[in-house]
């Protein structure tokens, strides 16, 4: 399955890119700095006698480039709060996707599809079970929760179930004579907000609130494999996995 960028990710590449030209200035002085710097080390390791010293200028100029990078991210962070914000995002969905993975892996899940954009917003993850019919993810990078915080990632993750449920409708629909459907049961589709970060060891083992579950994401595929539900056959899961890729593919090229 090919690498989809997180919506999160897409936004700090933006975000940092268009930081990157409103400072154009700081950007030069920092890369002919670099420059110049990895040009005095040159010289003086190549006029100094020393032993393996090729090896310690590749680390050097290594090293210099790194330094370089981490200076313009790290101005770009503390210019752009949004962008810490996005950053966490990314975070967030990457973990969730290396235990989807892993999940995969160990036949829980026939597979799924990452950032589905829509109008008004996104859907982090739709994961097709084996077991347990659709289930779509949240997925949240927290530091801390309030008691404000819990209520709106519950409404949050009910809408992105909603969302998908009508995408599943509309994608479905709009296949005709696939095989599957004349005698198939609608699909279920579950919410869940799989959390990261230091608050994910405070979730509960059976959080739920208002019908969402609430996972520490490092209990994920437990949650997965305990799933016993709506059963997915294999041709109407990949067929389902296929028609959601190809909605997210158009919509994303529509959008760019």
Do not use: C
């Not at 597979?111 to 779509?136: C, F, K, M």
């Not at 996972?215 to 296929?242: C, M, S, Y």
């Amino acid at each position: 399955m090919a690498k989809t960028e997180s919506y999160p990710a897409r936004q700090l590449r933006h975000r940092r890119n268009a930081w990157m030209r409103r400072n154009a200035k700081i950007v030069g002085l920092v890369v002919v700095g670099t420059i110049a710097l990895g040009a005095f080390a040159s010289v003086l390791m190549l006029t100094v006698p020393m032993p393996a010293r090729l090896y310690v200028l590749g680390a050097t100029h290594a090293s210099l480039v790194a330094a370089g990078f981490h200076l313009l991210n790290t101005a770009f962070l503390a210019h752009d709060q949004q962008a810490v914000w996005q950053m966490r995002g990314a975070w967030g969905e990457d973990n969730t996707r290396n235990e989807l993975q892993r999940a995969k892996r160990k036949r829980l899940i026939w597979g799924w599809v990452d950032s589905v954009e829509l109008q008004a917003g996104d859907i982090d993850h739709i994961v097709v079970t084996r077991r347990g019919g659709v289930v779509v993810i949240d997925s949240k990078w927290r530091n801390q929760i309030t008691t404000e915080d819990v209520p709106a990632m519950a409404g949050s993750s009910r809408k992105a179930a909603l969302r998908a449920e009508g995408v599943l409708r509309s994608v479905l629909k709009r296949e005709s004579g696939a095989r599957h459907r004349t005698n198939a049961k609608p699909i279920t589709v579950t919410a869940a907000v799989v959390l990261w970060g230091a608050a994910r060891t405070g979730v509960p083992g059976n959080a739920n609130i208002d019908g969402v579950r609430f996972l520490d994401g490092r209990q994920l595929l437990e949650w997965l494999a305990e799933l016993d539900g709506h059963e997915v056959p294999r041709e109407a899961a990949r067929d389902v996995i296929k028609l959601l890729d190809d909605y997210r593919s158009k919509v994303t090229a529509a959008t760019r």
